[in-house]
């Protein structure tokens, strides 16, 4: 199965900041690459698809880059609807697999 | 707007069934593949099933193949997952997931999305003695 590895595991950080999340394959991937957002009891949500596409109703402040192995996900202006948990997820080969999660909180 | 909403999720005993079903709205599900995806209790995310639209095809994660059916009935835009042989492991939230497109095969090979654009809010499912 291919192995996906975020870092960082945790962040702290402030409304306005800029943040960046990683996420590397243990293969080259392509660009078949999605991003998640969980808060607690709440369903996941689909962020970017394609390493860069912005899912429709997604706002703009959120962004997707990065091919082969590896990969990022960057929120341009942290607003208080943020703070969650944030999955990187491959769709190159079956099983798809995620990532252990970036858990973003609040500084 | 597009909903799923999971159903069965309870407490078993190790060994045991369970059935859980995910009821569908806001799309058409008979074209629509759809996902079974869970996460145990602190840990992340982990994919289950997938079922394609018209249920000829599916594929289970190796964790669970041979226990667990994934199946369903277009005519009631349900999504079933029946859970025989459930082991501690098998604790967690599930949660149905649409997927962005349905299945689409050629002559040599299958392509599936594995992109999950609508979820469920989940079920809790609790394996214990």
Redesign the interface.
Known sequence: DIQLTQSPSSLSASVGDRVTITCRASQSISNFL?W?Q?KP??????LI??ASSL?SGVPSRFSGSGSGTDFTLTISSLQPEDFATY?C?Q?FR????????TKLEIK | EVQLLESGGGLVQPGGSLRLSCAASGLTFSTSAMNWVRQAPGKGLEWVSFISGSGDYTFYADSVSGRFTISRDNSKNTLFLQMNSLRAEDTGVYYCAKDQRDIYCDSTHCSKAYTFDIWGQGTMVTVSS
């Open positions: 999605n998640y969980h009891g709440k369903a996941p949500k689909l698809y394609a899912q999955y997820q769709n079956t099983p798809p697999t995620f990532g252990q999660g």
